[in-house]
Structures are given as C-alpha cells and as structure tokens.
C-alpha cells in the first residue's frame, strides 16, 4: 500500500475546518524526500523531522521511499504542530502498519520519544468532526476532557504513538472519554465577597444595576478609594453559567491555549484584567499568522476589568468600540474575515487626574487645568458613551473604615437579587444591555412626569442619543431589580444619577 488518507483539523478563528491528509510514497531516487504540500506553515514543514524520530524511537522506522503529504483543501493555509500525528499515522498507513483510518479525526503534536503534546481548540475540533459526520476523534490524553463535552462523537485521548497505532488496529480495546460537566449552577464561586468592602454604598448599587443588566460601568475616584476592590468582586455577583455559554466561553479559551488543564468546561464566568501596556491584538485579538482570540473575546460571558483607563493607548481604547456594541469582534485579513465572540461586561477604574485627588475635599491636587483636560481626554466620548453607568467613588470616611459593617448585603444576596432581574430580561430573549431599538421605547415607556425628567437630564448633560438610549436601558434594569412592569420617575431618575460624571468632569 502507497497511498493512505485520514482526516485532521485546523483552526480559523474559533472554529475549525476539515483537512484530508493525503500520504503517497514511491522508490526513492538518489535522494529520500520527504515533501508536504497545500499551503503548510513553517510549524507544519519542520514536522518531517520530529515524525521521523517520533516513529523510529517507537519501534516503526521509517520507509526507505520518498514520501509527498498533501493536507486538502490547498487555499486554507495549515498552522501548528497539530498535524504531526496525522501524518505519522497517514504514512504509518501507507506502510502498512495500520489498518484504514478515514473514519477518524486525528490531531496532535510529536514529541521526539513519539509521545503526544497537547493541541490549541480540542473542543472546536471536536464540533467540527461532529458537523462532519466523523463519529471519532483522537487526541492527546490532555485534549481528551475538554473535546469530550462534544455531542454525537466519540473521543479517544492516547499518549504515545504506539497506543495510536494498537488502537486504530484494535479500536476495541479502548473506550470513549466520558465528558465530566460540572453543575454549573451549584458551581463554588471564588470571588472576594462584597461584604468585605467598607462604605461605597452607591458603588455597591451601582455595581449591582450593571450585573444585572450587563451594563458597562466606569468607577472614577482617588488612590486607594476601593475602585479596584470593588471591580474585583463583579464576577462574584453574576449569575452562574449555563450549560450554552460555558461551550461559548470554554471554546474561545481552548482555541487561545489558556484553558486551565484537568478540565472539560469552564465553572465560572471569566475575570480578565490585562496591563495597561497591552497591545492592539492583544486587547481585541490578530497578531501575525492566524489571529488569536484577545482579552476582550476571553472575557466572553465575563468581565473584562481596565484598572488605570487612561494610562492604555488611546488607540487601543478605541478598538473596543465594536465589541461593546455589537458584543463580537470582527478581523479583516487579506485571505478572509474572521469573527470572535465578545460579549463582555466592562468594568473601567481611572483616577479623576494624574495625581488623583482632583476633587478630593481631603488633599489637595497639583494639577493644572490643563493637564487633567488631557488626562480626561484619553478617554474619548464615543467610548464614554458606550459605557452605561459612571459611578464617582469617593475616599472612605475614617468613621466607616473604621466603624462595624451594617446593612452590607453580602455577594450571595446580591447575586440572588442578580439572578431575579435576569430571568425577567431571558424571558424577554435579551438582557437590557442589548435591548434592540425596536423594543427599547416598548420596554422602556415613561409616563408624562418621566418624559419630563428624561428631557431635562438630556439638556443638562448635553448626552447623546446613544447615552439616551443607555440610559433608558438602565432605567429598565432598575425597574426589573424592583420586579415593576413599567419604568417609574423614580428608577428613571436614579438611572440619571449614574451618569453624572458626564457633567462633573467631560463637560
């Protein structure tokens, strides 16, 4: 036998595509080639060498003949070390070592003693195999877990070549993964607690309005107030996962190569909070050869946390535009468009002015008027407006830092105010940060006195119709906190309040 096919996969974005890999081998002339075609990356052309150690350290050899590997389809360029194990087990094939081999998907990396490294995207894979109509995949062991919470295929994690080759010609002996999904609902949540945080009552409310809705909030106020410490326990407050958006989330990290191992899916909302020298592609994603999910797309069903707003590029900032609207990011390349999933709840700290305490009755600022206008600059007002809620967050009274904490709701309370909210927004098919136009002047109808009061805070803070529109929306997750069918003056005016910063700083 000189021609032997099986099947592989290879990453675009965060879904995969099926790759036939194609092995021929013919009498060497005075040289033995080895030749990989259909557009291989550099990873791809340098696994000659690693799958001839791989097979001669396992006990096979390697064929005297010169070998040609063709991964099909031609115009998808082929990235990683994933194909090594494919086309081991294709010319493994072709010699006649291993019985027929196209009813299985095969991924996986050589080591030089032909054990098997771990592969980006298990679970992408695995979906794609399913789509396919592939029944079974085989894997690294350490991949196994996670493509295993798949349904309609089979998955076999393996260790060593050798157990590739003993199983595809006794598949017998071997049984399927079984997929560990945890109880996402009775999932222990990690987070520090709120009542741990002293003061900062309207902090606190506010925080709890934005998890409810999923609405983006920036905290603005000195050194050392609480920003941080607040942020930090948003993730706490949300609801647990369902079953939908731990696959979503558990996907997008699997294919960016930082899913936690021992795990099949993710327990917990993601918390990412990267340094403010992060870069364009890092932020959103990209990078050279084939884009990577960034942190905006990792915080998918999650929080994404931005300490020190103004101290990132303001080009970078401007790149979250698209997320925070649309809830995707959205890659163009010159060989195709590639779409992350981004929906996200932003929660952003920044200091009033370089020093801090612009504003602060306590110290006084040493800023000029100049220097905090560019300061406050770095954030635009498009990006502004995109962000629901701007909670000032003032220095704590020694009192209140000092005195017993009363009438703190813990993060269990809050969270299962939280959970009520939201289950009004999932009968309704959205969650209020992202209700459609449509419905936003149905769901949202104020009556003369909130026509009024809404009219007022318009002019006064000079907002946009994207900010009217935001804030309506914050309106709505108020009223839906205080399980009313229509939005009041009342929530209406509080929902007014948590935009004043419009006025006290930007304008």
Known sequence: MALFRT?????????????????????????RDFVTVGMPDAAVRESRERIKSAMQNSGFGFPSKSVTINLAPANLRKEGAGFDLPMA???????????????????GELSLDGSLRPVRGALSIAVCAAKRGIKNLLLPFENAL???????????????????????NQPETLSPTVAKVPELQEAAVNFPDFADVRGQTMAKRALEVAAAGNHNVLLIGPPGSGKTMLARRVAGILPALTFREALEATQIHGVAGVLPPGIGVLRQRPFRSPHHTISDAGLIGGGSGSPRPGEASLAHQGVLFLDELPEFPRGV???????????????????????????????????????GYYGDAARECR???GIIQRYLAKVSGPLLDRIDLHIEVPAVPYKELRGQSTGTSTSAEIRA??????????????????????????LSALDEAGEKTLEMAVRRMNLSARAHDRMLRVARTIADLDHCAAVSTKHLAEAV????????YWN
């Open 497 to 504: 309040q948590f935009r004043n910063l419009d006025r006290n």
């Open 89 to 107: 087990t294709a010319i493994l094939g072709a010699m006649g070592t291993v019985r027929k081999s196209d009813e299985y998907m095969i991924v």
């Open 367 to 369: 800023c000029t008027p």
């Open 417 to 442: 105010r939280v959970e009520a909210a939201r289950e009004i927004q999932r009968q309704r098919g959205f969650y209020n940060a992202q209700i459609p136009p449509s419905q936003l002047r149905i």
């Open 146 to 168: 996670e493509a295993a919470v798949a349904e309609d295929i089979n998955v076999f994690g393996l260790r060593h070549l050798s157990e590739v080759v003993h199983f595809l």
């Open 317 to 355: 900032l401007e790149q979250l535009r698209q997320p925070l609207e649309e809830g995707a990011v959205t890659l163009a390349r010159s060989n195709g468009t590639l779409t992350f999933p981004a929906r996200l709840m932003l929660v952003a700290a920044m200091n009033p002015c370089p020093c």
């Open 7 to 31: 099947f592989s996969a290879v990453i675009q974005g965060i879904d995969a595509h099926v790759i036939d890999v194609e092995v021929d081998m013919y009498p060497a002339g005075t040289t």
